[in-house]
């Protein structure tokens, strides 16, 4: 097809693209007063009283120096898969060895019995220790860092009591519950010889170790099927541990939880099509800023729109065609959005064989232009609406100049996805433009270290040397230490 007869097929739509421009766009402005009302937000959920977003103290009270040492074991209950990773920490400084496996992560466990859930991770765990150490009778029990990556209150490092359920699971009898026990007595009832030094959010996880081999590393941040972030505070700014009585300048690693920001819906711009995806959602009203931005719902965005599109409008996308796939809930994931913005093609081509396969619907040139806009406002609107999280931890700290260490599928594989966040931090902060591209913005957002494994695994590191050192604050279980 040649530019021309393309250009003016799309004619057709362009008023549904300027509407939806209108909808989707944030702009400067916005951006700046949404960060600006964040700052609030995190010191709420710092106080007694308390906020909407949960601000987490996660008993991780130093950051590494990039000598620890010894070997660990990581779990990681992520949404897609299980992964079991052994970790050396080496004599050298700031490196590892790992070994690591992955289990799938049955669909119907998201949504089924806790006691199935628990078994399932004791046999995977079982099954890697029998793998790599072989007979497990004969075997010193090893140091486990869990990453557990739900908003879990943790009154010790030990313990975590699941506030509740995030990125579609959906398990009767664990929120509100501490799922430490649960895990142990599962792990016991299978002979695995692993003590849980550590329960830890996979933000957390991120951030110690980035800063393990990066120390310009303040925040560590999740953009995958969920989105938070953990940055390190002083205790002396933390007024919900003012009974800890330590020094206002000991240092305590928060799990933000900011997904949870605006759950009042005061800033966000939200569309009628977020509104659809919070009341459809099992948790309506939680989540409020994760649902705009993350993985897991970018796709739904996108899909709720053609549908919007196809029913109520006098445009009618996809008119006379049998659009029952595209109907269905959760069809789409952020992948098919991230395959129709890497299309190549100025006529769209790999977007019109994608919807063909994956959806039945055979695309006219003007509606895959706008299958294009649509996939871009989404993925921009939910990168600046990120860099908001950045931008106000940084303001809240006082820093001027930093890394980010950021890692999840959203960061890894979305096109676009950091320039357009680098460029909505640039706005918020006021920053000069460029005059060398090749120059490092004041704050960058890089990609992280493992956080699941070598960062589990720091974390159980710095908590055995704060315990053999005589720190005991958040360690409910002080026998597993030893
Ligand atoms: C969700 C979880 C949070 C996690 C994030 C990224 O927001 O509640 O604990 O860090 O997803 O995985």
């Known amino acids: 097809m040649c530019l021309g007869s393309f250009a003016d097929a799309s004619q057709g739509l362009s ?6 421009e209108g909808l989707f766009t944030v702009e400067t402005q916005k951006l700046k007063q949404i960060t600006d009302h964040f700052v609030n937000e ?20 130093s950051y590494p120096t990039g000598y620890e040492t010894g070997t660990f074991l990581a779990l990681d209950m992520g949404g897609t898969n299980l992964r079991v990773c052994q970790i050396t920490l080496t004599d050298q400084k700031s490196e590892f060895d790992i070994i690591q496996s992955k289990y799938r992560m049955p669909e119907e466990l998201k949504t089924g019995q806790a006691d199935e859930l628990w078994e399932y991770i004791a046999d995977c765990l079982m099954q890697f220790i029998e793998t790599h150490h072989g007979d497990v009778s004969k075997m010193d029990t ?13 009154n010790y490092i030990d313990e975590g ?4 359920w995030t990125k579609g699971f959906d398990i009767a009898g664990v929120e509100g519950e501490n799922v430490v026990p649960m895990f142990e007595a599962a792990l016991a009832a299978k002979g695995v010889p692993i003590k849980l030094t550590a329960l830890i959010n996979d933000t957390t996880g991120t951030l110690i170790a980035s800063a393990y081999t990066d120390t310009k590393m303040k925040i560590g941040c999740i953009f995958g099927t969920g989105c938070n972030a953990a940055y390190m505070e002083d205790c002396g700014s933390i007024p919900k541990l003012a009974h800890l009585d330590v020094s206002p300048d000991t240092p305590m690693a928060i799990n933000c939880e900011w997904g949870a920001f605006d759950n009042e819906h005061l800033v966000l711009p939200r569309t009628q099509y977020d509104v659809t995806i919070d ?5 309506p009203g939680q989540q ?23 029913d109520n409008h006098s445009a009618h996308i996809f008119s006379g065609q049998d659009i029952s796939k595209l109907r269905r809930p959760y069809t789409l994931d952020s992948s098919f959005l991230s395959a129709i913005e890497e299309d190549p093609f100025e006529n769209l081509s790999e977007t019109r064989d994608l919807f ?26 939910a990168a600046r609406l990120s860099a908001c999280g950045v931008a106000a931890i940084c303001k809240k700290k006082g820093y001027t100049s930093c890394h980010v260490g950021a890692d999840g599928s959203v960061f890894n594989k979305y096109p ?43 974390i159980a590191a710095l908590t055995l040397k704060r315990v053999k050192e005589g720190n005991m604050h958040g360690i409910l279980h002080p026998e597993n230490f030893h």
Request: aromatic share 6%; no cysteine; charged share 25%.
């Open 288 to 310: 409020a800023f994760e649902k705009m931005i993350a993985g897991l719902y970018l796709g739904e965005l996108f899909r709720l729109v053609m549908v919007d599109l196809h």
């Open 416 to 458: 676009h996805f950091k320039a357009r966040g680098a460029q909505a931090l640039r706005e918020i902060l006021d920053w000069p433009e460029k005059t060398d591209p090749k120059e490092e913005d004041p704050i960058e957002i890089l990609a992280a270290e493992d956080g699941s494994g070598v960062g589990a695994a720091l």
């Open 142 to 154: 090893l140091p486990l860092g869990f990453t557990f990556s739900y908003p879990a209150t943790q």
């Open 42 to 61: 995190l010191e709420k959920g710092l106080s007694v009283k308390g906020g909407s977003i949960p601000m987490n103290p996660t008993w991780v009270m």
């Open 161 to 164: 009591v699941l506030q509740r």
């Open 356 to 381: 063909h396969t994956k959806l039945g619907i055979e695309a006219n040139p003007a509606e895959l232009e706008l299958v294009r806009r649509t996939a871009e406002l989404i993925g921009t609107r």
């Open 279 to 283: 009341n459809e959602s099992p948790r």
């Open 15 to 20: 008023k549904e693209i300027e509407q939806l």
